[in-house]
């Protein structure tokens, strides 16, 4: 399969900003360390070769000692500014200040210590180089509930512990359950923690804003029988590019190929077609799956299949039980997960 765009511009950028400091480096190392072959090392050094600044002329462009290469070693002589650091404009600083002032206040990153300090690091040191324009931003996420539910919950999480809760759905039932925590995120305006309830002994999703006392014990949280794992997408991302999923779908979705960017479109005899694409944004692709679960015919790899089930199986079992997220919702979510259920569970 031919090589993203956006995947080679990274190494070709990474290759001027190592050599730069480096020195003369052989093609086969620098092959090793971007994760490439001797031969493709060739071609980048080729088009970087072509490359530089506006006017693309002699003198603006990335220059190699030629006699270097011949040798089988990759000099650069000349990055062209290259390797200065991205200077971001006013408003794109703005924007990042407050995406990351966003991202902050959710729960998943106040759950996690590590990424709650790599987020909050990033923030200082663009609030210091943006100056006053950062002050005039005001980001105001919905309330995630009680204080003190959000912040037993994070360390639940946190310390993979189970948690005591009292909750009330939108009938003004309440009960109390023990679960085991899993997640929590948000979407559209509300947080919600996703569980397994020992009440119900099934998957149950809960929102935050109901909660209305939560308790960590001390007691570790299990494995439990049909409980989806989920896809472990640090693991798959460790490669340096988005893990690739394959979706074959039923001739009206053709729209799908059409306005999402994939890697591939193949036809299939009897009308349906099969896409390739690279999952980015796996959050987005589950719920688009769910929806358009009476069009999808099979979901690849299996980690994915299964992760779309899990998420469909769940959704319906709120209806079952009416503890989560279902109230209020409209019976239309239902039948998409109804259907990604059954059609992952084929597949």
Known sequence: MAERADDRLLRLLGIVAYLDGAGPVSVADLAGRFGTTPAQIQKDVDALWVSGTPGYWPDDLIDFDAASIDRGVVHLTEARGMTRPLRLGTREAVALVAALRAMKATGAVQA?????????SALRKLTDATGE???AVDVRLAPGG???????????LANRHRLRIR?????????????DPVRLHTQDEFAYLAAWCYRAQAPRTFRVDRILEATETDVPVQAHPGQEPEIDFGALFA????PLATIRFAP????????????SVRNLPDGDFEVTLRVTNPGWLRSTL??????????SPQALAADVAGAATAALALYGDGAGVGDGVDDGVDDGARDAATSADQH
């Open 290 to 299: 769910i929806r358009l679960a009476p069009l999808v015919r099979s979901v």
């Open 146 to 156: 009680d204080k003190q539910v959000v912040a037993a919950i994070s360390s639940a």
């Open 167 to 179: 909750y009330v759905t939108s009938s003004d039932v309440v009960s109390e359950r023990d679960v």
């Open 133 to 135: 324009a950062a002050s």
């Open 239 to 242: 490669g340096g590019s988005s």
């Open 112 to 120: 996690d210590p590590a990424r709650s300090a790599v987020v909050e």
């Open 252 to 263: 009206r979705a053709r729209w799908f190929a059409e306005e999402v960017p994939v890697e």
